[in-house]
């Protein structure tokens, strides 16, 4: 990395008044062709150039986005970190993630501030409790941290949480991942567009790739148009999340995929007072406190397809009254800021990750409410699959074939309806 | 066997005992008036089955309303239209199960089905100058007498449950807005609770 | 208590000087008027410094004078109504406000956290990206720390007493903003006929007309909007909200607004609404929102003493208050020009005009005859004073703020700044509008192509008032004409309000390296920080917004936006429009989350579903969970017995004698017409049309991919007639699953699925007893076990109540379940319960239920799981041979025929041992080895009727398990046992019990 | 919040509804159908960027099933009629 971040470099700086400091990344015009092309800009396919760069050597790669880096679902997430999956290709799919978290920020010169500051699940009923300590269970079994929560333990970790069981959903108790927690969305992209800039990836944004060229005779990749010319490669990488079926569509690929509408929201900043990450199943919620003080929320989808980047106002209502109850003190907080993204949701609720049925054309996809705390994972099995054109065991079960055979990789048992994950 | 203790109750039972030693709140803008029993019976069949339509409104004494929103009544009868082929035929208390098999017994030979649902849903009567304030705060629907005039009837959700609103008086010519609701039984205490909390600025009096 | 030392001896038509009102801010306590704000109260008071900066801690005083402001965010209130960030110059005073200020420690005054400030060189734009890079571990204790420099007010620690409401309406036309344009769109529209709403945030109606003095119809502004207004009231089809701010639109011409009702209150009343929150939804809109005056960056513009210049002007009109004695007036428009001769005859000393124009307007000309102290072609390049202004550098500059000449310092207390207009387009820009770029006024306006709704006024650019009128009038006009209506446009008033001239555009006057010129004032973004990121290559606006947190703060950037991204603009070398902005989202302005709840939370948000016997549960120490929605018992609190103690006597009342249980909650639909059996048949895996009438059978059904989704009792009440029951999890979208199978898919069945879970109340008596005991409750009914078998019914009275009893079992026991209208479901409940004394009868919940049913092998949703198929639960055979089903096509599919799939058995522990909640199945008996989990339990109890604790669950290949012993694991927990796996049938696997 | 217009009882809100799926045919016998085929209906997609038919259920209201035709960018809703009329109404 040609210039090193360090308290030591921002003193340097300032002495200078910090008019010596680099491009993070620099932008180039795109070249005619590379050995590898990543379509979409998020912090999956920036990850994924990162690592092809790092850890395969190739370096003339480049990442196609068609607005500015980060500004997909990677800029408007809620930022929950975690590896509490029941299911096994999932489980060690994304602790392998939360392991790459944790030396994150120092690999890439970064701080994404990926803080640990434990996600913990609520239970309201004995079946919740039931359903959900088992999950933890077989992340334990799995040597993934895991803990169970009393209501003693909340009232001390949470105090401003009512614990009172005079409530429409009382707590019974809780579980949590202490390793779990929250990081800085944008700067997980910025983070690794600087890495995989300085190794020599081009970033290339206002791009947007409009058609995915194929020899004619053997149905392979040979490269992509874009609304800046036409690219050659013959390994093309898709990781554009909710825009994953129309990407695909240029390959003649369908997918099981539908793109439905996520919102968030904030309140103003406030001192801090939330010291965790605190999600509901039974209320459906999620909560945290960013480090700026803002109280970060988010919800359900809104379920019906969509690829409206716009909140709306069910869900918020419907967040926000549940979440008063839990919280009673945020009632006289302001409401800030909405907006929403663009999911990716799988027929199963868990993402596809490896080839497509085309030669050279990969993706990354489906990742529907989980794919931020994927990024590390998802762009390192990305760069597996694209280095050796097959898939690493991490991923070897993430396949587009499962849903062949039927084979679902479903968290939630809710079958294939992309709404209800 | 003990035939005293066979006596129907309304879910709200508590609320509207306990109304009845306490003192009128002339002050209140909204009363709330419960109409434990009435019989309720579901009518379905195609609104596009003449025959079906014929012998039903004969029994009935009424032709079906055909669209959405439309109530016909008589001394006997209030039939509210739910749906393309579902009818709500409100009757007297007691009155439903001799319906139902009048009814069923015309329409034997007909594609119906004829239920007794009396006991599925309470109602209540709203009534005051605010209860349209008070509805509005808990349903979407537009309740403007140009809109939804006397007479007119909508299921819809109010506050937390799914009601059947039907206008008696819509405060025009000075009438005083009332409205019926039909509350889903098991629901009735929480729409209670949802209702003191919207007519809480209009005070909201509850008469036995 | 201080005198309103800054106040003029009359003026201000906003306030009632005979009114005062004391209030205290940091405890001092002061004194305002009705009418006042806590700004200009505040001011009133000479009170300036009032918070401190959200990075740098730096001191700030009031900027502005409506909901734009950045700076002067105070708490209000204590105890529980004590709300943070809250804008002094939106807040009204009312008697005893109790105001404070925020993010300072220890004090106001002296502020450690400003450290930050002095050695903000340290801190630039995106310093922690390039800090503190370490471990997560080290990162959490820097965290912690950071944390508590950044928020602003301190979060509320008590629930908020106060009560919100909710109120949907429905409008022709809904107006925003009640300036003139929105008075004038509403005067016409109004006396067209149009249902219009007419919304404005602040508490008079008038808008810019009560901020500087402005001639219509030859009366004051003022007097014109108030004789508006009277108008308006008069005209029952217009409704007019102040105090109301419209904070978003949405689909489908959905507007939200939120009213405050209270805020201006020292208490409302108990049964007031503190806010009200409208959903609104309009056929048309027309946007009037007006302009937002934008500052000019200098160096240290953020000191306490500068402030907007349209908001000097404001603070004199409306509340009249002089905001500083001496004054340096600085702006790229004429409007300076009226303003300093308001000041000027208020008693403020006008040191001087500082005209960054090169050229010397029209107004300029007149203000230097006059002898007004005109600097033309100069800027101000910086602010003397730390808490407060006690000078102004000014000096030549030249069209795009750099330096020409010599800087001097003039003398003054106050600097009134107008770099011009930007016209507030949020509301537009939520409805999907675009903008087009005006480069004569450099700002935003809406772009009429393909606008949903229509903007008028200042919002469009007309900064005129004759103009801003009649743009209201036209549209008003246009939007009552749209709907039909005839409308006659009533004459347009004459107006004269103060010219705005030849603007040039003034983002930023050069100051010295080193200093601090800010562009976001609330979350301290400087103009260096946004070189900084252009510099980085944050250059795209949307990532300068995220880097530098340009626009980001509770004011959203109402002053700062089009500043920020003007100067990476012309960093990037591009117009401003290529640049863009950075997206509008709702709400235009913050507010309480709990406007928007409006006590929609708890029950009254969510209701609970209780059973006709629910009040007798109650009272009789029933534990409730919810179910779906509904409240349902667990099990009874006894006096003297542990909860698993009464459990296990509600389950050996069962087994050995009789018990009651409500199961109301079961899904019920009526399903009825001549093609119900075949229907029937299509939707569950085995047959119902060969079924008896009076019969019931057990069916599952699956959903289309093949995993089973529901399962239940279908009894056949006649040929054509069919009552089925659902799990309670599933009632609602059974209903909503048949029915889309009988509208959508096979619309040419004819039946009829009609939902009646509510018409039923349902008590489920089951032990050897229970024959005995219904044979009391229904003396006329023959319920010998020839005339009532299993899976049979019948119909007569019980306990004097007409009933349906289907004969089944969930238990294993002789079991039947009575069916009465819940009306009656109470009469029944007690009816059983006196006549169960003499059979021993309990009462018993779900936890009993639950054991019973695990101890049969019967699955429910947590064994079938959502991934399971028929034949995982050891009910292949159910999926009945030459029919097909929904779902049935996928159970040939590669996956689900696998071997290795994991399938229904039982364990059981060993004897004394506890098999913990939620356990895995492993084969090590070690709660921290990383192992193979086996399987895992889905359910499990104490079976008082075994003695051992059992569990059902699924293993990999389980049914060729049976007989291994494993462990039963609960490492979250810390408990285990030692298992053995077993057929999931514990008791009565042949079911004799249930047949006798 | 979408205004969903009934076909029944004409626009109501869209918390009174419940989102279907995308407006897929039933295959008549599934069957006859592949492995491959049926699970095209199973889990494949069109996903469509803007026209979308889809189905929806008018649970607060008449509890009927119909189509709709909507735009999913813009949310704009150009046709709904009752099931089986294969064109707008
Ligand atoms: C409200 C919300 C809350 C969420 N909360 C969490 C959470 O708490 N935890 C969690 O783990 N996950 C969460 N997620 C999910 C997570 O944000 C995403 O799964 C993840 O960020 C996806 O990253 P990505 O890089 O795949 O996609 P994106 O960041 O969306 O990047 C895809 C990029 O592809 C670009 N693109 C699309 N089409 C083209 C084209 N034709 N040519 C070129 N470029 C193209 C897009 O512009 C975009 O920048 C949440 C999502 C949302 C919306
Ligand atoms: N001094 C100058 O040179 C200058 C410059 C620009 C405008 N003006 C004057 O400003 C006036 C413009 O008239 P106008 O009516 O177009 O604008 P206005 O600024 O007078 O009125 C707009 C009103 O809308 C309200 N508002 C804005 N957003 C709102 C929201 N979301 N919800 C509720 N209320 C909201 C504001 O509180 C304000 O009262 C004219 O008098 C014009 O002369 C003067
Ligand atoms: C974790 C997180 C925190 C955010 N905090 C703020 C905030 O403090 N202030 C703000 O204005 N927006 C905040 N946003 C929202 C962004 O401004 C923006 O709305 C979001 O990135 C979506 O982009 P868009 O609104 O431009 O479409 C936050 C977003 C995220 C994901
Ligand atoms: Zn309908």
Same mark, same amino acid.
């Given at each position: 990395?040609?210039?090193?971040?360090?308290?030591?470099?921002?003193?340097?700086?300032?002495?200078?008044?910090?008019?010596?400091?680099?491009?993070?990344?620099?932008?180039?015009?795109?070249?005619?062709?590379?050995?590898?092309?990543?379509?979409?800009?998020?912090?999956?396919?920036?990850?994924?150039?990162?690592?092809?760069?790092?850890?395969?050597?190739?370096?003339?790669?480049?990442?196609?986005?068609?607005?500015?880096?980060?500004?997909?679902?990677?800029?408007?997430?809620?930022?929950?970190?975690?590896?509490?999956?029941?299911?096994?290709?999932?489980?060690?799919?994304?602790?392998?993630?939360?392991?790459?978290?944790?030396?994150?920020?120092?690999?890439?010169?970064?701080?994404?501030?990926?803080?640990?500051?434990?996600?913990?699940?609520?239970?309201?009923?004995?079946?919740?409790?039931?359903?959900?300590?088992?999950?933890?269970?077989?992340?334990?079994?799995?040597?993934?941290?895991?803990?169970?929560?009393?209501?003693?333990?909340?009232?001390?970790?949470?105090?401003?949480?009512?614990?009172? !069981?005079?409530?429409?959903?009382?707590?019974?108790?809780?579980?949590?991942?202490?390793?779990?927690?929250?990081?800085?969305?944008?700067?997980?992209?910025?983070?690794?567009?600087?890495?995989?800039?300085?190794?020599?990836?081009?970033?290339?944004?206002?791009?947007?790739?409009?058609?995915?060229?194929?020899?004619?005779?053997?149905?392979?990749?040979?490269?992509?148009?874009?609304?800046?010319?036409?690219?050659?490669?013959?390994?093309?990488?898709?990781?554009?999340?909710?825009?994953?079926?129309?990407?695909?569509?240029?390959?003649?690929?369908?997918?099981?995929?539908?793109?439905?509408?996520?919102?968030?929201?904030?309140?103003?900043?406030?001192?801090?007072?939330?010291?965790?990450?605190?999600?509901?199943?039974?209320?459906?919620?999620?909560?945290?406190?960013?480090?700026?003080?803002?109280?970060?929320?988010?919800?359900?989808?809104?379920?019906?397809?969509?690829?409206?980047?716009?909140?709306?106002?069910?869900?918020?209502?419907?967040?926000?009254?549940?979440?008063?109850?839990?919280?009673?003190?945020?009632?006289?907080?302001?409401?800030?800021?909405?907006?929403?993204?663009? !999911?990716?949701?799988?027929?199963?609720?868990?993402?596809?990750?490896?080839?497509?049925?085309?030669?050279?054309?990969?993706?990354?996809?489906?990742?529907?409410?989980?794919?931020?705390?994927?990024?590390?994972?998802?762009?390192?099995?990305?760069?597996?699959? !694209?280095?050796?054109?097959?898939?690493?065991?991490?991923?070897?079960g993430h396949t587009l074939e499962r849903f062949r055979t039927s084979y679902m990789i479903d968290e939630k048992g809710a079958g294939p309806y992309p709404k209800a994950h | 066997m003990d035939e005293t203790i066979a006596r129907p109750r309304s879910p709200l039972a508590e609320l509207f005992l306990s109304a009845q030693s306490a003192a009128p709140d002339d002050t209140a803008q909204v009363h709330v008036q419960s109409v434990p029993f009435v019989g309720q019976v579901a009518l379905r069949g195609k609104a596009e089955d003449g025959a079906f339509r014929d012998i039903a409104g004969q029994v009935l004494g009424l032709d079906l309303p055909l669209s959405s929103g439309s109530v016909v009544e008589s001394e006997a009868v209030r039939i509210i239209w739910l749906g393309p082929d579902h009818w709500l035929v409100v009757t007297n208390e007691g009155e439903a199960p001799a319906l139902v098999t009048g009814l069923q017994e015309a329409l034997a030979s007909q594609f119906t089905a004829v239920i007794d649902v009396s006991g599925a849903r309470m109602r209540l009567s709203l009534a005051g100058p605010a209860a349209r304030d008070v509805l509005a705060s808990g349903c979407t629907l537009n309740l403007d007498p140009s809109v939804f005039p006397a007479g007119h009837a909508l299921q819809t959700p109010v506050g937390n449950a799914t009601a059947i609103i039907h206008c008696l008086a819509d405060g025009t010519y000075d009438t005083t807005p009332t409205y019926d609701l039909y509350i889903p039984r098991s629901q009735a205490l929480s729409f209670w609770r949802w209702l003191e909390h919207a007519g809480k600025p209009y005070g909201l009096s509850v008469r036995a | 208590m201080s005198r309103q030392v800054w106040r003029t001896e009359a003026g201000g038509h906003g306030i009632d000087r005979k009114q005062p009102v004391s209030f205290s801010f940091n405890q001092f306590r002061l004194e305002g008027y009705a009418g006042d704000t806590v700004a200009s109260a505040l001011l009133a008071n000479g009170v300036r410094l009032v918070g401190r900066s959200f990075k740098y801690h730096r001191p700030r005083g009031i900027l502005g004078i409506g909901s734009e402001e950045p700076n002067a965010i105070l708490h209000i209130g204590e105890g529980a109504r004590r709300e943070p960030n809250t804008r002094a110059t939106v807040q009204e005073l009312y008697q005893d406000l109790v105001a404070s200020s925020q993010n300072h420690w220890p004090s106001l005054k002296f502020d450690l956290g400003a450290?930050?400030?002095?050695?903000?060189?340290?801190?630039?734009?995106?310093?922690?990206?390039?800090?503190?890079?370490?471990?997560?571990?080290?990162?959490?204790?820097?965290?912690?720390?950071?944390?508590?420099?950044?928020?602003?007010?301190?979060?509320?620690?008590?629930?908020?007493?106060?009560?919100?409401?909710?109120?949907?309406?429905?409008?022709?036309?809904?107006?925003?903003?009640?300036?003139?344009?929105?008075?004038?769109?509403?005067?016409?529209?109004?006396?067209?006929?149009?249902?219009?709403?007419?919304?404005?945030?602040?508490?008079?109606?008038?808008?810019?007309?009560?901020?500087?003095?402005?001639?219509?119809?030859?009366?004051?502004?003022?007097?014109?909007?108030?004789?508006?207004r009277a108008q308006l009231d008069a005209m029952p089809n217009v409704q007019v909200l102040t105090r109301t701010s419209v904070a978003g639109v949405y689909e489908h011409d959905l507007f939200t607004l939120v009213e405050r009702l209270g805020d201006h209150l020292a208490e409302p009343e108990a049964h007031q609404p503190r806010q009200r929150f409208w959903r609104v939804r309009a056929s048309d809109a027309i946007f009037a929102t007006g302009a937002i005056e934008r500052p000019i960056a200098f160096a240290n513009n953020d000191r306490p003493g500068v402030m907007l210049l349209s908001a000097v002007r404001g603070y004199l009109e409306r509340y009249g208050i002089l905001a500083g004695k001496t004054a340096v007036l600085f702006a790229n428009n004429d409007s300076v020009y009226a303003a300093a001769r308001e000041l000027a005859a208020a008693g403020m000393r006008v040191e001087a005009i500082v005209d960054s124009r090169p050229f010397v307007s029209e107004a300029a000309a007149l203000a230097k005859a006059d002898k007004l102290h005109v600097l033309t072609g100069h800027g101000v390049t910086a602010a003397r004073g730390m808490r407060e202004v006690h000078g102004a550098d000014v000096a030549p500059i030249d069209a795009n703020g750099r330096l020409k000449g010599v800087t001097k310092t003039l003398p003054c207390d106050l600097i009134a700044v107008s770099g011009g207009w930007n016209p507030a387009v949020h509301l537009h820009a939520q409805s999907r509008g675009r903008m087009a770029f005006r480069d004569d006024l450099a700002a935003f306006v809406p772009d009429t192509d393909g606008a949903a709704y229509t903007s008028a006024g200042a919002v469009t650019g007309a900064y005129d008032l004759a103009e801003c009128l009649q743009q209201g009038f036209a549209a008003g006009n246009a939007a009552a004409k749209a709907l039909g209506l005839d409308s006659t446009a009533p004459t347009l008033p004459t107006a004269t309000g103060d010219t705005v001239g030849e603007a040039p555009v003034l983002w930023a006057v050069q100051a010295p390296k080193g200093a601090r010129c800010f562009v976001d004032f609330q979350n301290d973004v400087t103009t260096k920080d946004v070189g900084l990121a252009h510099r980085e290559n944050y250059v795209s606006v949307e990532h300068l917004k995220r880097y530098t947190t340009l626009g980001m703060g509770t004011d959203q950037g109402k002053t700062s936006n089009v500043a920020g991204l003007a100067m990476m603009a012309a960093k990037r070398g591009q117009p401003i429009p290529a640049v863009g902005t950075t997206t509008f989202r709702p709400p235009y302005t913050p507010f309480t989350f709990n406007a928007m709840v409006g006590g929609h939370t708890g029950e009254i948000g969510n209701s609970v579903r209780r059973t006709a016997a629910h009040d007798w549960h109650a009272a009789n120490g029933g534990v409730f969970t919810d179910a779906a929605g509904w409240a349902r018992p667990m099990y009874y609190e006894t006096e003297g017995l542990t909860p698993q103690q009464r459990i296990d006597e509600e389950v050996l009342a069962v087994r050995k004698s009789v018990g009651v249980v409500d199961v109301s909650t079961l899904g019920k639909l009526d399903i009825q017409g001549p093609d119900a059996a075949e229907f029937l048949d299509r939707v569950y895996t085995n047959r119902f049309s060969t079924l008896k009438v009076g019969r019931g059978r057990y069916g599952v059904m699956l959903r289309e991919d093949g995993r089973v989704y529901d399962d239940g009792v279908t009894m056949r009440l006649a040929d054509d007639h069919f009552h089925m029951t659902t799990t309670t999890n599933h009632s609602g979208s059974m209903f909503q699953h048949l029915e889309y199978l009988l509208q959508v898919v096979w619309p040419d069945l004819r039946v009829f699925v009609t939902p009646v879970t509510e018409q039923w109340f349902t008590a489920a008596i089951s032990g050897p007893n229970a024959r005995a005991l219904l044979a009391d409750l229904a003396p006329a009914v023959d319920v010998s076990n020839e005339a009532l078998p299993m899976m049979g019914m019948a119909e007569g009275l019980v306990a004097g109540i007409p009933a349906r009893i289907f004969r089944l079992s969930f238990s294993g026991e002789i079991a039947y379940e009575i069916n009465v209208d819940a009306d009656y479901g109470l009469a029944l409940w007690n009816g059983i319960l006196s006549a169960g004394a003499a059979h021993d009868l309990k009462v018993y919940g779900t936890e009993a239920m639950g054991t019973l049913r695990i101890e049969k092998g019967h699955f429910t949703h947590a064994e079938a799981d959502g991934r399971i198929t028929p034949d995982d639960l050891g009910l292949g055979g159910m999926v009945t041979k030459g029919k097909d089903c929904i779902g049935k096509r996928s159970l040939s599919l590669p996956d689900l025929v696998a071997p290795g799939r994991k399938q229904l058995v039982g364990f059981i522990a060993a004897e004394g041992e506890r098999i913990p909640v939620g356990a895995q199945i492993a084969a090590l008996d070690d709660l921290d080895a990383v192992q193979e989990a086996l399987g895992h339990t889905t359910s499990q109890a104490y079976s008082a009727t075994l003695g051992r604790h059992i569990a059902l669950g699924l293993m990999k290949d389980g049914r060729n398990m049976h007989g291994r012993k494993l462990y039963a694991l609960s490492p979250v927990l810390g408990e285990r046992a030692a298992v053995e796996v077993v057929s999931p049938h514990f008791y009565d696997p042949e079911g004799g019990r249930q047949r006798g | 919040m979408m205004l969903i217009p009934c076909p029944w009882c004409g626009p109501r809100d869209e918390t009174e509804f419940v989102y279907g799926e995308a407006a897929l045919e039933r295959p008549a016998d599934p069957h006859a159908l592949s492995d491959q085929e049926w699970t095209d209906y199973l889990y494949f997609r069109d996903n469509p960027k803007g026209e979308h038919t889809e189905r929806w259920f008018h649970r607060a209201g008449c509890h009927h099933w119909f189509t709709v035709e909507r735009n999913t960018v813009t949310h704009v809703i150009s046709a709904a009629y009752p099931p089986g009329k294969a064109e707008k109404s």
């Open positions: 990395m040609s210039q090193r971040y360090s308290i030591w470099a921002l003193a340097r700086n300032a002495l200078t008044h910090h008019e010596s400091w680099q491009k993070a990344w620099r932008s180039p015009e795109p070249k005619p062709a590379y050995d590898a092309l990543i379509i979409g800009g998020g912090g999956h396919g920036l990850a994924t150039a990162y690592y092809l760069a790092k850890l395969h050597g190739m370096r003339n790669i480049a990442v196609l986005e068609r607005g500015w880096i980060g500004g997909g679902n990677t800029g408007r997430n809620t930022t929950i970190v975690r590896s509490n999956y029941l299911l096994d290709e999932n489980a060690h799919f994304y602790e392998h993630s939360l392991k790459l978290w944790e030396g994150l920020s120092e690999d890439l010169n970064y701080n994404v501030m990926f803080s640990q500051r434990k996600v913990i699940n609520t239970c309201h009923t004995l079946g919740e409790r039931e359903a959900t300590v088992r999950r933890y269970n077989s992340m334990r079994l799995r040597g993934i941290d895991a803990e169970f929560l009393t209501r003693e333990d909340l009232a001390r970790l949470e105090p401003a949480m009512n614990l009172s !069981m005079d409530v429409r959903y009382p707590i019974v108790c809780a579980v949590s991942q202490p390793r779990g927690g929250s990081a800085r969305h944008d700067a997980v992209a910025w983070g690794y567009a600087r890495g995989a800039d300085s190794l020599g990836v081009d970033i290339i944004q206002n791009c947007e790739v409009t058609g995915i060229d194929r020899d004619p005779v053997s149905g392979a990749v040979t490269g992509v148009q874009t609304s800046r010319g036409a690219i050659k490669s013959d390994k093309v990488g898709i990781a554009v999340a909710g825009h994953s079926s129309q990407v695909a569509a240029m390959a003649d690929i369908r997918l099981p995929i539908e793109t439905h509408l996520l919102q968030a929201f904030v309140s103003e900043p406030v001192k801090p007072f939330l010291n965790t990450v605190v999600s509901t199943g039974a209320a459906h919620f999620y909560i945290s406190q960013t480090d700026k003080g803002e109280v970060l929320l988010g919800g359900e989808l809104d379920g019906y397809n969509s690829y409206s980047q716009r909140g709306t106002l069910p869900s918020v209502e419907h967040v926000i009254a549940n979440a008063t109850e839990m919280f009673p003190n945020i009632g006289r907080l302001r409401f800030m800021r909405q907006w929403a993204g663009v !999911m990716d949701m799988s027929m199963d609720g868990s993402p596809i990750i490896g080839k497509l049925p085309v030669d050279g054309l990969y993706m990354s996809g489906g990742w529907c409410y989980g794919g931020f705390k994927a990024t590390p994972g998802s762009g390192w099995c990305l760069a597996w699959t !694209m280095a050796k054109d097959e898939p690493h065991a991490l991923n070897a | - | 450290a930050v400030g002095l050695a903000g060189a340290l801190f630039p734009a995106g310093f922690y990206y390039k800090t503190f890079i370490t471990s997560p571990k080290r990162w959490l204790w820097y965290e912690k720390h950071i944390r508590r420099m950044a928020g602003l007010g301190e979060p509320p620690t008590e629930a908020d007493p106060d009560h919100y409401e909710h109120r949907n309406a429905h409008c022709d036309l809904l107006i925003a903003g009640g300036g003139p344009t929105g008075l004038a769109a509403a005067l016409a529209a109004g006396a067209a006929g149009a249902k219009v709403i007419l919304v404005e945030e602040n508490p008079a109606l008038g808008g810019q007309m009560l901020l500087a003095p402005q001639q219509v119809d030859g009366m004051s502004g003022q007097d014109w909007a108030e004789q508006a | -």
